[in-house]
């Protein structure tokens, strides 16, 4: 069977006056893949999305979903597309529901009264539909977040850290819901977190990036073998994640 690239990113460069923030780098993910993209704050894993998502323009690279350049055909290529990050805020004023609603219509959902109620059923909150998304707490936002991010059942979803805030009980339920879709519909995600736990347990393959170079990729079981030289099985993307930190910080 033939596998489909879904991302394509080609020597992306953004530099923001003289910074560098993104610096020359390449990746793709294919259909069903689940991509932890790692680094530490500032490392430019935002950046590298809010291009993805066309909302930094790029100083230089390609970068191409289903095949298609993002700059031409944005509605057809982004209705397959969706997104949740602890830095996005829905609408303060509207009531869960209604947020749903809006981007339901936005996303042309077929059933969305049916396919909204079934998220708000697996995140728990039901209950809380008609609360303004103003008076929720921080960790029940990021679970709306994530239910308007499922809304479309988009093909590729990018997530920024979307569990950053939300207690480890619903964690475990969102990291299974994502891999219960992936198994179904083969959604493919770029997913960020600085919560290893949570990038062992969803990642086939994860990308380190510091200075907004990649500096490391491999399966989690092959970098902690890689890089803390062990012979080991299970993976331990802390350890890994601490020592290219800091070997990337040392004087040189
Ligand atoms: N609009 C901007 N103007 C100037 N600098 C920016 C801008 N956006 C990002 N940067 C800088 O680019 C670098 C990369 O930021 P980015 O938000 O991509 O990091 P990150 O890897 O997502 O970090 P974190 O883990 O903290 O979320 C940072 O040094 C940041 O200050
Ligand atoms: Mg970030």
Redesign the pocket.
């Known amino acids: 069977m033939d596998t489909k690239v879904i991302l394509e990113v080609k020597n992306l460069r953004k530099s923001?006056?003289s910074?560098t923030?993104i610096d020359d780098i390449s990746f793709s993910l294919e259909e069903g893949e689940i991509l932890g993209f790692l680094?530490?704050?500032?490392?430019?894993?935002?950046?590298?999305i809010y291009c993805i998502l066309g909302l930094v323009a790029p100083d230089e690279g390609d970068i191409r979903i289903f095949g298609k350049n993002i700059f031409k055909g944005r509605s057809e290529i982004f209705k397959d597309v969706n997104y949740a990050s602890a830095e996005f805020n829905l609408p303060w004023n509207l009531s869960i529901w209604e947020n749903l609603l809006v981007y339901a219509k936005l996303y042309e959902v077929p059933e969305a009264k049916k396919r909204i109620t079934e998220l708000l059923e697996i995140f728990e909150m039901s209950h809380l539909k008609d609360q303004a998304t103003r008076d929720l707490s921080t960790g029940l936002r990021a679970r709306a977040n994530l239910c308007k991010a499922l809304l479309n059942k988009p093909r590729l979803l990018l997530l920024?850290?979307p569990m950053a805030s939300m207690d480890p009980d619903v964690v475990d339920k969102g990291i299974n819901l994502i891999k219960q879709i992936q198994k179904e519909e083969g959604i493919t995600v770029l997913y960020?977190s600085?919560n290893m736990w949570e990038i062992e347990e969803i990642a086939g393959e994860v990308i380190f990036?510091n200075h907004?170079k990649i500096i490391a990729q491999g399966s989690p079981l092959e970098l902690t073998q890689k890089v803390l030289k062990l012979e080991g099985s299970e993976p331990n993307l802390r350890d890994v994640f601490i020592h290219l930190a800091r070997s990337q910080d040392e004087p040189k």
Do not use: C, I, R
């Open positions: 923001f006056n910074f923030a680094g530490p704050n500032g490392a430019g894993k935002s950046t590298t920024d850290e960020t600085h990036l907004g």
